[in-house]
């Protein structure tokens, strides 16, 4: 087995003596061709090697020169590019439209592609561009793994924020509606057996009373605080503290204190309440006992 060094500076092999006899009688090689045998380090003119002696003095008669001289011109051409390397490219950035699909199938044709052009002897190029799709197509296919991994807990956490902010407009519009009742009736808020139906003139879209983080069979997800029912808001000494709308488990007009809210927090360790002035916080547990429910 031997390697040849062209004159373009590219390695070819190994190949056997009838290849190389095959590239002489094509004009791919000649007397001065650097060759290397198997099993040393040194190059040497293909002249030196007496088992080319023959082929080499055929290939300088006229008529082996006027016979090669298609293979000299079809030698001239560069090596046909290999279509798996062309496909593994294409794959490989079509992998960004697909979510990675097509880049894992442009990894392995890259990797075969690249096998198939060692291995050719020089007869298959495009070694650039198989190495290109394998590439792509592993970088690609890695972004949409990480992607995978955590873009449905992105997206859990934009549905929870959304869901708190839905709840805290829920509380804004019930607060401003108890206010609008209070206004229409003396300033005194509703009892709290039927705040939710006096409410509906004022919030009259059923969807105000439902939390979208809570149980899905029921009505009105908030309660009003018993204490205020019936009060005057003038009653009311510090609004901005005192309770007047919050979350519970269920129920349509649904009343009471501190008991009612729900077990476990549905808004990421928080409660959402309504204050006596207007305005809506979401409180956690450890504020619970400085809220006011007492006017």
């Given at each position: 087995?031997?390697?040849?060094?062209?004159?373009?500076?590219?390695?070819?092999?190994?190949?056997?003596?009838?290849?190389?006899?095959?590239?002489?009688?094509?004009?791919?090689?000649?007397?001065?061709?650097?060759?290397?045998?198997?099993?040393?380090?040194?190059?040497?003119?293909?002249?030196?090697?007496?088992?080319?002696?023959?082929?080499?003095?055929?290939?300088?008669?006229?008529?082996a020169r006027r016979?090669?001289?298609?293979?000299?011109?079809?030698?001239?051409?560069?090596?046909?590019?290999?279509?798996?390397?062309?496909?593994?490219?294409?794959?490989?950035?079509?992998?960004?439209?697909?979510?990675?699909?097509?880049?894992?199938?442009?990894?392995?044709?890259?990797?075969?592609?690249?096998?198939?052009?060692?291995?050719?002897?020089?007869?298959?190029?495009?070694?650039?561009?198989?190495?290109?799709?394998?590439?792509?197509?592993?970088?690609?296919?890695?972004?949409?793994?990480?992607?995978?991994?955590v873009v449905p807990?992105?997206?859990?956490?934009?549905?929870?924020?959304?869901?708190?902010?839905?709840?805290?407009?829920?509380?804004?519009?019930?607060?401003?509606?108890?206010?609008?009742?209070?206004?229409?009736?003396?300033?005194?808020?509703?009892?709290?057996?039927?705040?939710?139906?006096?409410?509906?003139?004022?919030?009259?879209?059923?969807?105000?009373?439902?939390?979208?983080?809570?149980?899905?069979?029921?009505?009105?997800?908030?309660?009003?605080?018993?204490?205020?029912?019936?009060?005057?808001?003038?009653?009311?000494?510090?609004?901005?503290?005192?309770?007047?709308?919050?979350?519970?488990?269920?129920?349509?007009?649904?009343?009471?204190?501190?008991?009612?809210?729900?077990?476990?927090?549905?808004?990421?360790?928080?409660?959402?309440?309504?204050?006596?002035?207007?305005?809506?916080?979401?409180?956690?547990?450890?504020?619970?006992?400085?809220?006011?429910?007492?006017?």
């Amino acid at each position: 087995m031997y390697k040849l060094l062209a004159a373009d500076q590219k390695e070819y092999g190994p190949v056997s003596a009838d290849q190389i006899r095959t590239w002489i009688a094509q004009g791919r090689a000649n007397a001065r061709t650097q060759l290397q045998a198997a099993g040393s380090a040194k190059w040497k003119p293909l002249a030196e090697f007496p088992e080319f002696a023959d082929a080499l003095r055929a290939a300088a008669s006229p008529a082996a020169r006027r016979s090669s001289s298609a293979g000299v011109q079809r030698a001239a051409a560069a090596p046909k590019t290999s279509g798996l390397a062309i496909t593994s490219l294409v794959l490989g950035c079509l992998g960004l439209l697909t979510l990675g699909i097509t880049s894992l199938v442009g990894l392995i044709l890259g990797i075969i592609a690249l096998v198939r052009i060692h291995k050719s002897g020089g007869q298959v190029g495009g070694k650039g561009m198989a190495l290109a799709g394998t590439i792509v197509s592993a970088v690609v296919l890695l972004l949409a793994l990480v992607a995978a991994a955590v873009v449905p807990g992105m997206l859990a956490k934009a549905k929870q924020k959304a869901n708190h902010i839905r709840c805290m407009n829920n509380v804004k519009q019930l607060n401003l509606g108890l206010m609008m009742y209070a206004s229409d009736n003396n300033d005194r808020l509703p009892s709290g057996t039927n705040w939710c139906d006096v409410l509906m003139p004022y919030v009259k879209e059923e969807k105000t009373y439902v939390c979208s983080s809570g149980k899905p069979d029921q009505r009105c997800h908030y309660a009003f605080n018993v204490k205020l029912a019936g009060r005057e808001m003038k009653d009311i000494q510090t609004p901005s503290q005192t309770v007047l709308i919050f979350e519970t488990d269920g129920g349509w007009n649904a009343a009471g204190g501190e008991e009612l809210l729900p077990a476990k927090p549905r808004h990421s360790g928080a409660y959402a309440v309504g204050f006596a002035d207007g305005h809506a916080e979401l409180v956690r547990a450890a504020r619970l006992e400085k809220l006011r429910w007492e006017p």
